[in-house]
């Protein structure tokens, strides 16, 4: 078991970060602020964007002209979350880098999210690819519910492995495992990467960890012993599912790197300007970040 050498982020803030906000829309010119200040951290990979249905997440409402309105910085990937073709098409002409389609390992989940059952979701993701990728963007898969479900309870890992290898055979070139609602601990991390695996290449998963349960920490180090190397995390610990009740943030991105600097593993990212942004971001929301290492290192200014 040796740990990878360096760790690609994924930020999520901006996208599973804001999308749960209650009350006012957080305003456009905020999330752009944001975006903006993660690309300068140095992260190469932003979920910037939601390209849902406004009635269903109100908040990401103003996905285009978020897209639209900020200034691309060289090598970010601003991504975007696109369920079905209508989706697709808005974050083409917003000039997405990059596009996901999101699933679950739970027919309940999924029914809720996103309306449909698991095998109709896979059959709306098929023309959603063979589009983005006619106009040369990859697409990223998410599954949700990989360690349990909100309204079933626990989930087999084979479940979770047919769902991602079916993301994966339809062209993601990423599988991005989500524990939505936080509940894994590290040995069920474990057999849940093992299962997933043997279908899927290590090289081509993502942990997107929740930590509803304060187990994200201690899973990401599970499952980087496994050999993952790409991480899915939000600044200030920002978020939650608007699907999943109760469901607490991403593991905070400067949880994350704190962890993965103590381990040797490269990131590229500078910790103190995520901090700067994780106080700065809540403020704008009203409150002060969730991250135990911004708390502990404090703002700058
Ligand atoms: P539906 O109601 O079944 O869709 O929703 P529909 O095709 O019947 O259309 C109904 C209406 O929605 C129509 O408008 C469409 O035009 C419109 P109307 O004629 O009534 O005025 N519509 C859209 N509008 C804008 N953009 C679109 C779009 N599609 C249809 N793309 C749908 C199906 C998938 C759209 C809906 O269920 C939806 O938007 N769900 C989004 C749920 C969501 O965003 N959840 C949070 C993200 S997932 C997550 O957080 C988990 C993750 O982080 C991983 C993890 O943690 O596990 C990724
Ligand atoms: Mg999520």
Redesign the pocket.
Known sequence: MTLPSSVRLFE?SPR?GL?NEPGTPVPTRTKIELIERLAKAGMSHIEAA????????PQ?GDASEVMTGISRHSGVVYSA????L??LE?ALEAKADEV?V?G?ASEAFSQK????SVSESLERFEPVLARARGAGLRVRG?????LGCPYEGEIAPTKVAAVAKALYDMGCYEI?L???IGVGTPLAAKRMIDAVSREVPMECLAA?F?DTYGQALANLYAVLEEGVSVIDASTAGLGG???AKGASG?VATEDVLYLLKGLGIETGIDLQAVIDTGYWITAELGRTPSSKVALAIGCRQ
């Open positions: 999520m599973d999308q939601s390209f849902v249905s406004p009635k269903w997440v990401m979350l696109t369920p079905n209508k989706g808005n996901a999101f679950a999210n996103i309306n449909c998410y599954v949700s519910c990989v991005s989500g524990d939505t997107h929740h599912c608007p699907y991403n």
